[in-house]
């Protein structure tokens, strides 16, 4: 998926509630994403809320990013703080941009995040955050996307009942096991009727 540009910026911002135990996954991420011949440096969007021209001359030089998982209100407010959710809009049309992720980092590509408050509490606030909770996700699918489904992850007894809630409330979903991915294209992003 990658050209010959390897630099990947990892957005680690799910985790900003993690105290000091952040820095450690945080390089793990790094470690693991060298494995596969990336480079990787994290963006930190906390570093960019409310200045957006920055943040999009810093991704500039990137390939792409690696969303990991977390707590996807947190990621969708570092987004909307930092004009993120705004820049990747202009950035997924380039056939040359790559976004990864799991977890929290693909569930904001969702057109809501109702229903994933069962797994993630959304009123968590770390510094630098505002308490107001943002229900919409990025939009980029039709459909709602329930990771851990199945697997052998703490979090997998609750992405049940998000699943039901989703059937429950006639939200067009996937349900993803660990492992399982959603390779596309923006032009051809697989979408639901």
Same mark, same amino acid.
């Given at each position: 998926m990658f050209g010959e540009n390897k630099k990947i910026a990892v957005i680690?911002?799910?985790?900003?509630?993690?105290?000091?135990?952040?820095?450690?996954k945080v390089q793990k991420e790094i470690d693991d994403l060298k494995t596969l011949g990336l480079q990787p440096v994290e963006v930190d969007l906390r570093n960019y809320f409310g200045k957006k021209d920055d943040l999009k001359k810093a991704i500039e030089e990137f390939a792409g990013v690696w969303v990991r998982g977390g707590n996807t209100f947190i990621l969708t407010r570092a987004y909307s703080y930092?004009? %993120?959710?705004? #820049?990747?809009?202009?950035?997924?049309?380039?056939?040359?941009?790559?976004y990864a992720g799991y977890s929290a980092g693909i569930c904001v590509l969702s057109p809501t995040l109702k229903g994933l408050d069962i797994v993630d509490d959304p009123h968590i606030i770390p510094k630098k955050y505002k308490p107001h909770i943002i229900w919409e996700g990025l939009g980029f699918v039709n459909y709602a996307i329930e990771p851990h489904y199945r697997s052998n992850h703490p979090e997998s007894s609750d992405i049940e009942k998000e699943v039901q809630y989703c059937i429950d409330n006639?939200?067009? %979903?996937?349900? #993803?096991r660990d492992g399982e991915v959603i390779i596309s294209n923006v032009e051809k992003l697989p979408n639901m009727q």
């Open positions: 680690a911002n799910a985790i900003d509630n993690n105290g000091e135990e952040r820095s450690k930092s004009g %993120f959710d705004e #820049l990747l809009k202009e950035k997924l049309p380039d056939k040359n941009f790559v006639k939200i067009l %979903f996937i349900a #993803l």
